[in-house]
């Protein structure tokens, strides 16, 4: 069964084409149709794939991951938040990782972005042991305020052990496994947000 689109006379016609349906349908008709058509299909991924590679393409702010479209409006932008990032390793760990996410790689992205994190804590190196530099950033964040020093605190070590627990930088079979691309989604997006949020306070001269 070929889907249906719009011809030039706002008619529907049959088309086999992937990008003619995607494009030439009304939003809602051509959300439902993927997604039904993704639960359908025996090769699922690669139509995943396929349809992100023609969303993306046409400049279409969607995405479709595990069967749902959703939009990428809200998705973290890294853009100008690399601006006060001096450190060369750092700030170019981030631009990957902001091109791993951006081609729909969201496990490297992962991935870079927790070296990234790990990178971010010896910003103020070797002037400042690892320790120290990760005390002045969360000073630096938090004016020194205990509620919020406790705050940026606790991120940091919960970031630190979720890296040490999962199979985002090693790969021991004690780690837990990822399996879902909502879980890295998620990952990426809580470890990004402290990441460009400490990128604001930082003094720019890295190792001082």
Known sequence: MSPNRYDDKKQYVETSDLQDFILGTSPYCVMDAIEFFQRC??????????????????????????????????????????????????????QETAKYYDDGNVKIAVEKLWDAFERLKTYYSPALDKKQSVSKIIADMSDSKAPYVNLFEKEF????????????????????????NRHYEYFYKRCLSLILTASQYLSGQAGF
Do not use: C, W
């Open 41 to 94: 299909r025996s090769d699922a991924t690669d139509f995943e794939v396929q349809v992100n590679a023609i969303l993306k393409l046409n400049g279409l702010a969607l995405k479709l991951d595990n069967g749902k479209i959703t939009n990428t409006y809200d998705l973290p932008m890294i853009g100008a938040a690399l601006d006060p990032i001096e450190e060369a390793g750092l700030k170019e760990l981030l």
């Open 157 to 180: 070590n919960e970031l630190t052990a979720i890296g040490n627990s999962f199979r985002i930088r090693h790969h021991e079979t004690t780690k837990t496994n990822i399996e879902d």
